[in-house]
């Protein structure tokens, strides 16, 4: 599957992102998924997914100010980044990956740019 991610850009210190994942076909029906994300000079790391239960899980450090879901009606994973600070500066990738599998494995976007300004 191919996914595409949109919606990053440039955003002010405490405002607020909205990121999407299309899938060449449909995303709806795939779990996992999640969001991952790779600041410059540090390793990726995980931001928020949602398992094959439907339960999401959110990285402790981000806790209260992202949340994931999907959008059924437009079949996308969406990001909703909130308050966001510099350090939240990264690429922004979507992931979806089988049953069993790491995410490393599964299929990956091109990734979306986020920059925050102080």
């Known amino acids: 599957v191919q996914l595409v991610e949109s919606g990053g850009g440039l955003v002010q210190a405490g405002g607020s992102l909205t990121l999407s994942c299309a899938a060449s076909g449909s995303i709806s029906s795939i779990a996992p998924v999640g969001w991952f994300r790779r600041a410059p000079g540090k390793e990726r790391e995980m931001v928020a997914i949602?398992?094959?239960?439907?339960?999401?899980s959110v990285a402790d450090s981000l806790k209260g100010r992202v949340t994931i879901h999907r959008d059924y009606p437009k079949d996308t994973l969406v990001l909703q980044l909130n308050s966001v600070k510099p350090e939240d500066t990264a690429m922004y990738y979507c992931?979806?990956?089988?049953?069993?599998?790491?995410?490393?494995?599964?299929?990956w976007g091109q990734g979306t740019q986020v920059t925050v300004s102080s």
């Open positions: 949602i398992t094959e239960s439907g339960r999401t």
């Open positions: 992931a979806a990956w089988g049953s069993g599998y790491d995410p490393e494995q599964g299929s």
